[in-house]
Antibody, heavy 112, light 107 residues
Framework: QVQLKESGPGLVQSSQTLSLTCIVS????????VHWVRQPPGKGLEWMGA???????EYNSGLKSRLSISRDTSKSQVFLKMNSLQTEDTAIYFC??????WGPGTMVTVSS | DIQMTQSPSSMSASLGDRVTITCQAS??????LIWFQQKPGKSPRPMIY???NLANGVPSRFSGSRSGSDYSLTIRSLESEDLADYHC?????????FGAGTKLELK
């Protein structure tokens, strides 16, 4: 069955770069898109960006200058990198296959 | 960017009540809207696709509808397992945008 799981550092220092990995199983990245969505504690959801089956990417315009999404199809992994982190980037980060299957999320805390 | 104005931000209802949550789109999104349910500590669960189509396994008391730029999620008769946060998402245009969410609680 389709499964996604996020992994990351948990705690990141302000101004540093966040690196997250989404490991997928039960699907091929060359046939499916994977999106990243985040949720600050107690707040709503924010679409961050996506990598499509052909490898092209789309980003939220508000994050575009700081965000990069890539993948390794041979390892069934999708990567998110975001630089210049601030405390307001503290959130749960989810990866999802086009919003039907979701990972459990990984909490990222940005400390000043 | 397309703004999704979701209302109410929170509401309380009694078991058996009919509940309606609405998202208003600032631009035409067609029916390119998904409704999600999210319980504490869990990932969002898609409930309604393409504005009106029930996702697999979702109870038939849930329904989605559209009137112009207003999209609604209705629970015909509230059950305790429906108490959760609800979010809408438009995927007509980048950047995809969510509504601010509705917290549904028991009266």
């Amino acid at each position: 069955q389709v499964q996604l799981k996020e992994s990351g550092p948990g705690l990141v220092q302000s101004s540093q770069t966040l690196s997250l990995t989404c490991i997928v199983s039960g699907l091929s990245l060359t046939s499916n898109s994977v999106h990243w969505v985040r949720q600050p504690p107690g707040k709503g959801l924010e679409w961050m960006g996506a990598i499509w089956s052909g490898g092209s990417t789309e980003y939220n315009s508000g994050l575009k200058s700081r965000l990069s999404i890539s993948r390794d199809t041979s390892k069934s992994q999708v990567f998110l990198k975001m630089n210049s982190l601030q405390t307001e980037d503290t959130a749960i980060y989810f990866c999802t296959r086009y919003f039907d299957f979701w990972g459990p999320g990984t909490m990222v805390t940005v400390s000043s | 960017d397309i703004q999704m104005t979701q209302s109410p931000s929170s509401m309380s209802a009694s078991l058996g009540d009919r509940v309606t949550i609405t998202c208003q789109a600032s631009q035409d999104i067609g029916n390119n809207l998904i409704w999600f349910q999210q319980k504490p500590g869990k990932s969002p669960r898609p409930m309604i696709y393409y504005g009106t189509n029930l996702a697999n396994g979702v109870p038939s008391r849930f329904s989605g509808s559209r009137s112009g730029s207003d999209y609604s999620l209705t629970i015909r008769s509230l059950e305790s397992e429906d108490l959760a946060d609800y979010h809408c998402l438009q995927y007509k245009q980048y950047p995809y945008t969510f509504g601010a969410g509705t917290k549904l609680e028991l009266k």
